[in-house]
């Protein structure tokens, strides 16, 4: 089968969807497939930033929201003609991975199956780039509801998500949770002080690792916020955050009134390929996602790549990472935002590393048995028959 990925966003970038596409490339080709990747950063950069990315930035200033739907109107038009551009190659259906690739594949003729991995409208107000309830919030959900009306089959990466499609359009979906490439991820501990050493981190230290982009629907404030409790006894820890956003100024923030300067490093986006060692090099990985807008993690892609690593994990109890994570036998769960409830679980594996191993142990073992890219590639595979019937 010839399948075409696509994209109205960047790809590669920093984040899930790109993660996503990659591995499931992966594991399709793996299974004998021919997939192609068709995305925003296909289109000519002159493009790209004159057209699209400039003056949504110039028109949100005026009357926030109105920038965002700007941005994407051109994102989708610029695709579709892309995706006309590259029909002579048959491809046998597109699978796209938003509502406007959808939208952009289903205007250029092709059959597509779509997979949802947000809620894309209560995404882009927890952001802060639309205001809730407005007309401008209003005209984006339109156009996702369009796009999953309009597509043959929809794959949400979790239950709620596909809940939250039936709900909002009436459509029916089909859930898949998020996987990794279990050959990539997986566990390297024999390799913890060498990669300390490569990437200038002491021997002697507990490393805390938060593998998020700093927005707040990742609650990336609450590692800062516990880490003083953690450092009353065990004072030779690091925090350590690889990812970039909005969220940036309020942790430095907090670093600076706790006087952390020498605790934290925020070492900004980290190439997907780099991250898996900072998941060797690391003692304990921290997703520490909340609500948000109506917003919650769904099966996030960082916990299982923590959990396919041999590095412990502490999560919050939202969204899919309910769904993933056994609490006390493969992992931690807290309350989301409860800083003194993340300090104890810090405490408690920092305390007992023997339990924290044995933990790690059995996420290894659930997510090759669970969350494996090529069984994830199969069952895609499935839909894609389905969808051309």
């Not at 809940?163 to 009436?170: A, R």
């Not at 024999?190 to 707040?216: A, C, G, I, T, W």
């Not at 405490?347 to 996420?363: N, R, V, Y």
Request: proline residues 4%; glycine residues 6%.
């Amino acid at each position: 089968m010839k399948i075409l990925m696509a994209t109205a966003y960047e790809y590669p970038h920093i984040g899930g969807l790109s993660t996503h596409v990659t591995t499931l490339k992966a594991g399709l080709e793996a299974r004998g497939h021919e997939v192609d990747v068709l995305s925003f950063s296909n289109i000519q950069p002159v493009v790209r930033k004159l057209y699209a990315q400039g003056p949504s930035f110039v028109i949100n200033k005026i009357k926030k929201g109105q920038g965002i739907l700007w941005t994407h109107r051109v994102r989708q038009n610029c695709l579709k003609s892309l995706i006309m551009k590259n029909k002579h190659k048959n491809y046998d259906i597109v699978n796209a991975q938003d509502p406007f690739s959808t939208l952009a594949a289903v205007e250029a003729g092709l059959p597509v199956v779509s997979t949802v991995h947000g809620y894309a409208t209560f995404e882009s107000i927890s952001k802060g780039s639309m205001i809730e309830g407005s007309p401008e919030a209003k005209k984006f959900q339109e156009t996702e509801i369009k796009a999953y009306t309009s597509t043959r089959k929809i794959v949400t990466v979790d239950q709620r998500l596909r809940d939250y499609v039936k709900n909002v359009s009436g459509v029916e979906g089909l859930a898949i949770r998020n996987f990794i490439d279990i050959h990539s991820f997986k566990p390297d501990k024999n390799r913890k002080n060498e990669l300390r050493v490569q990437y200038d981190v002491s021997v002697d230290e507990h490393v805390l690792f938060v593998p998020r982009r700093l927005v707040k629907k990742n609650g990336v404030i609450y590692p800062a916020l516990a880490l003083p409790a953690v450092l009353e006894k065990y004072p030779n820890t690091r925090l350590i955050y690889a990812g970039n956003g909005n969220q940036m100024p309020e942790i430095k923030k907090i670093v600076e009134e706790h006087g952390l300067e020498e605790k934290v490093t925020l070492l900004g986006d980290v190439p997907h390929e780099k991250v898996k060692d900072y998941f060797a090099l690391a003692d304990v990985v921290i997703v520490p996602s909340i609500h948000s807008a109506g917003v919650e993690e769904a099966t996030s892609i960082s916990a299982l790549e923590a959990m396919g690593s041999g590095t412990p994990l502490i999560a919050c109890a939202v969204g899919g990472l309910k769904e993933i994570v056994n609490p006390g036998v493969d992992g931690l769960l807290i309350e989301e935002q409860n800083v003194e409830q993340m300090s104890d679980a810090i405490i408690k594996l920092l305390d007992h590393p023997d339990e924290g191993a044995e933990m790690a142990k059995k996420a290894r073992l659930k997510i090759e048995q669970q969350y494996s890219h090529i069984a994830a590639a199969e069952k895609y595979e499935e839909v894609y028959i389905e969808a051309l019937k």
